[in-house]
C-alpha cells in the first residue's frame, strides 16, 4: 500500500502541479477573485510545483518528503477554497443592491430625498448613490449585474465617464462608510453623493 502511494507520488512533476493547480483556478468559485489574488494562487502553486521537483530528486527518503508535500498541497487547497468563499460572502454583503427588486433611478432619487427631508442621512446616502448606479445601467454605461459592489462599479464607470471618476469614486467611499461600515452619515456625505450623481448625469460618455 506505502509503495503504491510513493510510487503514484513519484510521478508528480513541476508540469503536472502547475496543471494541477491551473485546472483549480477554473473552478467557477474562483471567478469573482480579483486578479492580483490569482496571480498569487499562481506563484504559490509554482513555490509547491518547485518543492515537489525537488523532493522528487532528493535521496531516497525524499519520497517520503513528498507525500507530506502532497499533503500540504491538498491542505493549501483547503484553505483557499474557503478563504475564497470567505470573499466571497463578503463580497455579496457589500453589493450595492440588497434584493433583486429593482427601483428605477428616479425612485431610488425619491426614495433619498424623503430620506433627507426626515434627517435619515444613512439611508438618503444608501438610495442616491443606488440612483447613480442604476442610472448608470439605465444608460448602458454600466451591464446590470447582481451583487456588483460599489468599487466595482465606480471603476467599470469611469472607463466611461472619466472626468466624472474622482466624485464616483468619493460618492462610493461614502456608501461603503455609511451602509457596510456602521459610521455616522451627515448631510455633507448625502451632498456628496448627490454631486457624484449629478455629475455623471451632465457628463457625456467617452467611446471606446
Do not use: C, N
Not at 506563484?43 to 507525500?67: E, N, Q, T
Not at 472607463?159 to 462608510?177: G, I, K, N, Y
Amino acid at each position: 500500500m506505502l509503495t503504491a502511494l510513493v510510487t503514484d507520488v513519484d510521478d508528480v512533476t513541476r508540469e503536472s502541479a502547475r496543471r494541477a493547480a491551473e485546472h483549480e483556478l477554473l473552478r467557477p468559485e474562483y471567478h469573482h477573485v480579483k486578479p492580483l489574488i490569482v496571480r498569487l494562487l499562481d506563484y504559490v502553486g509554482g513555490k509547491i510545483g518547485d518543492l515537489l521537483d525537488a523532493a522528487a530528486s532528493a535521496a531516497p527518503g525524499g519520497a517520503f518528503g513528498l507525500v507530506g508535500i502532497v499533503l500540504l498541497l491538498a491542505l493549501t487547497a483547503t484553505l483557499i477554497r474557503y478563504r475564497v468563499g470567505r470573499l466571497a460572502a463578503t463580497a455579496k454583503r457589500r453589493s450595492v443592491f440588497e434584493t433583486h427588486r429593482a427601483l428605477t433611478a428616479a425612485e431610488h432619487r425619491s426614495a433619498a430625498e424623503a430620506a433627507a427631508m426626515a434627517g435619515d442621512w444613512t439611508a438618503a446616502v444608501r438610495e442616491r448613490f443606488r440612483a447613480l448606479v442604476r442610472s448608470l445601467e439605465e444608460r448602458t454605461l454600466l451591464e446590470p449585474r447582481v451583487g456588483r459592489t460599489a468599487d466595482e462599479a465606480v471603476a467599470e464607470a469611469a472607463l466611461a465617464l472619466p472626468s466624472a471618476a474622482h466624485v464616483m469614486r468619493s460618492a462610493a467611499d461614502r456608501f461603503d462608510e455609511v451602509v457596510y461600515g456602521g459610521r455616522q452619515a451627515t448631510a455633507e456625505s448625502y451632498q456628496a453623493v448627490v454631486a457624484a450623481d449629478d455629475a455623471a448625469m451632465r457628463t457625456q460618455p467617452v467611446l471606446t
